[in-house]
């Protein structure tokens, strides 16, 4: 018998876990670490699991059997195949679970299940769109590395490349530059060795840097020009005729989505809900089919 249906977003920053029972009463929600596969598939079970008890923990109630659980889980990284086939094969026994995207999920819960688009921009950013016939398409999201650009990790590598410039003495050191070397190391070994272990996540804690030095410094604005421009060009490819309402999620799109040119922000609106509660809305589907055959 399945007593309870649990929606997680897991992304690189941190994962939340959204817990109702299944007549439908919300129960708790539940915060922990990272899960996004890229930072492994062990860690991203460390912390989904340590949401879901985090969540039964705040409602005061022992965390059941996971077979009386239905998780359905939007996961950064669940893209790629062999990380999503490793993921699921860590199922450590719920009644059923459905591994996502993060970006789908959050797409569901923004436009409540109907078609729509979402451009997101956090720590990693990309677009994803579901059409009014049910096909779907997805822009961007190829990882820290290679692309995510607009993000926050890419807004912070940025920032550490310029902070490195200017140590050079290729560029002037400039207040976003100064700010690099607190955060980071102000010789050239303590720099190279944040550089040397840094992640994605570590980048993109440099972000904040860049906003807040963008009055007093050209650099970080030109830096954030071109978040802008690459926020702009994901929206247009995620859907070039404009036809789909589009939410803006995460917390550089959600900063930068005023700045848009008006025929981008014309098609803006509110997101009606978040990720958990998208990945909720799954859990929900997910459960119905055995519901039905129980009767």
Known sequence: MVDYLIGVDGGGSGTRALI??????????????????QQGVAQAWDNVLAAIRDGFAAAGIAA????????????????????????????????????????FTMLMGAHGGRPGAILIAGTGSIAEALRAD????????????????????????????????????????????????????????????WCGNAGQFEFAQLARAVFECEDRDPAAAGLLQQAVDALEELALAIDPRGRLPLAISGSIGERLAARMRPFVRSRIIPAQAGAAEGALMLAR??????AQEAV
Do not use: Y
């Open 134 to 193: 049910g096909s779907r398409a997805t822009v961007g999201g190829w990882g820290f590395r290679v692309d995510d650009e607009g993000s926050g990790g890419w807004l912070g590598l940025l920032a550490v490349r310029h902070g490195l410039a200017a140590f050079d003495g290729r560029v002037n050191a400039s207040a976003l530059a100064r700010r690099v070397w607190m955060h980071c190391g102000d010789d050239r070994e303590t720099l190279q060795e």
């Open 20 to 37: 109702h029972r299944s007549r439908g009463d919300m129960v708790a929600t539940g915060q922990a670490g990272p899960s996004a596969l």
């Open 64 to 103: 059941p059997s996971w077979n009386r659980c239905v998780v359905a889980a939007g996961i950064s990284g669940v893209s790629h195949g062999p990380w999503r086939d490793a993921f699921l094969c860590g199922d450590p026994g719920f009644a059923q679970l459905e591994a996502e995207t993060d970006s």
């Open 285 to 290: 589907r997910l459960a119905q089919p055995a």
